[in-house]
C-alpha cells in the first residue's frame, strides 16, 4: 500500500508512474488526494472539539450548570456525528489506497507486454550442443512405471491437475530437498507455513483484493489456499514491531500453492506450465530500506545458483511496466530453456516491494539509536522462487533426454536419490 501522505504531496509524480503501468491511475488518485485533504481538515475540526468537551469537563469540576449540561450535550452530538463521518473517510480512503500498485522503480523499463522485457544476463552453458536434439515433451512421458500423469489427475480432479509416478516422484521430491538444502546453506531460515490463510493475510501480503479472482475459498469460512508461501512468510510478522538488530531476516519455505488462473483459460493448457496446483521453494527477505536493493540482487543470485547447479541453460529478464506485479516495484524473472518449445519460459520471479507489503502488513522496525530511537518505520519486503519445482522437473526431463529412452540426472540430485544416474523412461 502506498503512503498516502507521499500521495498528496506527489500527485503528478504518482499520477505519472503508475501511467507506466498501462492503465490511467490519474482520477482514482484525484478522488483520493480530494476525500484525504477532507479528512485531514475533519480530523482537525474533531481535535478543536475534543479540546472544548475537555474544557467544559473542567469546568464542570467547578460547579455542573445547566448552560454548562446544554453545551456538553450539543458538542457529544456534533463530535460524534462528525467522529461517524471521520471514520466513513477513513475507509474511503484506505479502499482506495488498496486499489492503487506499487510505485515502479526507475529501472523499470516501459512497456504494455511481456515482449517488451529486457534481457540482462544469459546462462547457456552447453545449450549450442543440445539445441538439434528433439526431445519428447513432457506431458507425453507417460510410461507404464514411471509417468508424468495428466490423465488420471483430470479424472480425480479435473483439468489443469497433474500426477508424478516413480521415478518422476521421486525425482520432484529430490528437487525439494535439494533446493531447501541449497538456500538454507546460504543463510536462509527453513519454515513450514499454513497452506490455509484468513482475507487479512491475503490482503497484507498484496494479493487481494487485485487477485482474488485467482484464489481458491474455503466454503463458508475465512480461509483461502495459498497461492504462493510468501503469504504466509510475509503475514508471520504481521503488526510486529522488530528492532533493528533483529534484521535483515531470510526465509525459505517449501509449499503447494493454488491458483484458479482465472483469466488463463486456452493459454499453456498442456503440462506443468500453467496448473491450478502446483509446489515451489519461496524466499522471502525482510530487510532494513538502506539494504533493500542489495537484499534484491542476493535472492536473484540466490535463485540463479539453484539452476547453475542443475547445469540447466537459463536467461534473467527485467519486467516492464506493463508485465510486472502489482505489489512490485522492480521485478528480475529468471527463464529457463525448455528443450520441446526451443524457448526460454518463467521458473522464477523475484521482486522488490519495498515498504508497499509492510504498509499493509503493518511491519515495522525500531532503530537501535540515534535521535529516532523511539520512532519505528516500516521495513522492505522482496520475494522469490528458489525455483519452481514443477518448471524445474519439466525442464530436466526434456533437457537431460538423450534420444533412447533415458534421462540423466544431475549430479547434485544423484545423493538425493540414492546415487541413480538415470531414469530409463519405459515408454509404451
Not at 454548562?68 to 482506495?96: A, G
Request: aromatic share 8%; with cysteine.
Amino acid at each position: 500500500m502506498l503512503d498516502r501522505k507521499w500521495i498528496i504531496e506527489n500527485e503528478a509524480l504518482a499520477k505519472s508512474n503508475l501511467l507506466k503501468r498501462g492503465e490511467d491511475f490519474g482520477t482514482q488518485i484525484e478522488d483520493l488526494v480530494a476525500i484525504e485533504k477532507k479528512r485531514v481538515n475533519l480530523l482537525q475540526e474533531v481535535e478543536q472539539l475534543r479540546f472544548e468537551r475537555n474544557q467544559i469537563q473542567v469546568e464542570f469540576r467547578k460547579g455542573p450548570t445547566d448552560e454548562l449540561k446544554e453545551q456538553s450535550k450539543i458538542l457529544s452530538v456534533r463530535l460524534k456525528d462528525l467522529e461517524e463521518t471521520l471514520k466513513q473517510q477513513d475507509e474511503e480512503t484506505q479502499n482506495r489506497l488498496l486499489a492503487l500498485p506499487n510505485i515502479l522503480h526507475q529501472e523499470v523499463p516501459c512497456g504494455s507486454t511481456s515482449d517488451e522485457n529486457v534481457e540482462v544476463a544469459r546462462d547457456e552453458k552447453g545449450l549450442n550442443s543440445r539445441k538439434h536434439i528433439t526431445s519428447v515433451p513432457h506431458f507425453q512421458l507417460q510410461g507404464k512405471t514411471h509417468q508424468i500423469d495428466f490423465e488420471h489427475a483430470t479424472k480425480i480432479s479435473g483439468a489443469r491437475f497433474s500426477s508424478l509416478k516413480g521415478d518422476f516422484a521421486r525425482l520432484e521430491r529430490a528437487l525439494i530437498n535439494f533446493m531447501l538444502d541449497t538456500h538454507r546453506g546460504h543463510g536462509y531460515t527453513e519454515m513450514m507455513v499454513p497452506y490455509m490463510v484468513n482475507y487479512t493475510s491475503m490482503l497484507s501480503s498484496g494479493q487481494f483484493p487485485k487477485m482474488e479472482e485467482d484464489a481458491f475459498k474455503v466454503q463458508d469460512r475465512d480461509l483461502y489456499l495459498i497461492p504462493t508461501a510468501e503469504v504466509s512468510l510475509i503475514n508471520h510478522f504481521q503488526n510486529q514491531v522488530l528492532e533493528e538488530k533483529e534484521l535483515d531476516v531470510s526465509l525459505v519455505a517449501f509449499s503447494p500453492c493454488f491458483r484458479a488462473e482465472a483469466g488463463s483459460y486456452g493459454v499453456d493448457t498442456r503440462g506443468l506450465i500453467r496448473l491450478h496446483q502446483f509446489h515451489k521453494i519461496e524466499l522471502v527477505k525482510v530487510v532494513h530500506p538502506d539494504r533493500s536493493y542489495e537484499a534484491f540482487e542476493q535472492i536473484v543470485a540466490d535463485a540463479r545458483r539453484v539452476l547453475d547447479l542443475l547445469e540447466l541453460p537459463y536467461r534473467v529478464m527485467l519486467l516492464c511496466s506493463g508485465d510486472i506485479g502489482f505489489s512490485s516495484s522492480l521485478t528480475y524473472d529468471l527463464e529457463v530453456w525448455v528443450q520441446s518449445q526451443k524457448t526460454y519460459r518463467e521458473i522464477s520471479s523475484v521482486s522488490n516491494c519495498g515498504d508497499f507489503q509492510a504498509r499493509r502488513a503493518k511491519i515495522r522496525y525500531r532503530p537501535k539509536s540515534g535521535n529516532d530511537k523511539k520512532k519505528t518505520s516500516f521495513v522492505h519486503t522482496l520475494n522469490g522462487s528458489g525455483l519452481a519445482v514443477g518448471r524445474t522437473l519439466l525442464a530436466l526431463s526434456e533437457y537431460y533426454q538423450d534420444g533412447e529412452g533415458r534421462i540423466a540426472i544431475p549430479e547434485v540430485l544423484q545423493p538425493y536419490l540414492g546415487g541413480q544416474k538415470v531414469i530409463e523412461w519405459d515408454a509404451e
